[in-house]
Structures are given as C-alpha cells and as structure tokens.
C-alpha cells in the first residue's frame, strides 16, 4: 500500500500522471535548466487553507523519497505539513 492512499486506487492513475506531466513539461522545464545538475534538495507541501487531503498517493510516486504525514481524506488546517520529501533539484521542480 503506497503512503497516503485511500482505497481503492484510481484505475490506470500512473497512465494519466504520465500524460499530464509529459504535456506539461513537453521538451522540459526551463526554470529547472538554470540549476546545478546533480544538485539535492529538500521540500515539503504545507497547507494554506483549510481543507481535506487529495493526491498524496501521485506526490508520493513522482518524488524520489518521500515522508507522508496524512492520507486522502484527512481534514487539514493551515500551517500542516502534510509530506515532505529530498531528491534532485531539477527533478523536483519539474
């Protein structure tokens, strides 16, 4: 079970990520060629309004090593940290 998810798992979600990132991104990203390759970072999501928690699951995927603090469907407030992660700077930011 991935960190974050409720279940069930959306049906072919890893198809439709890859899609959306690959139209979004297309040749690449410009702001992360300005940076150091090779380059780590640390990151985190905090939340600014209140709310409930929705795609922890996808974050958990797309980044290299993750640390989930809640799952989809918990009520957030501000200021909560609700994932926080390390991995490359350039693959971060794209």
Do not use: Y
């Amino acid at each position: 079970m991935n960190p974050g998810w409720s279940h069930p798992k959306p049906a072919d979600w890893i198809q439709v990520v890859d899609r959306a990132l690959s139209e979004d991104l297309g040749p690449g990203d410009l702001s992360a060629a300005c940076l150091e390759p090779g380059r780590r970072c640390s990151w985190f999501i905090e939340i600014q309004a209140p709310g409930i928690v929705c795609g922890l699951g996808i974050a958990d995927h797309l980044f290299e090593k993750t640390w989930v603090m809640n799952r989809d469907g918990d009520s957030v407030k501000p200021n909560d940290m609700v994932i926080r992660g390390e991995g490359v700077s350039t693959e971060v930011l794209s």
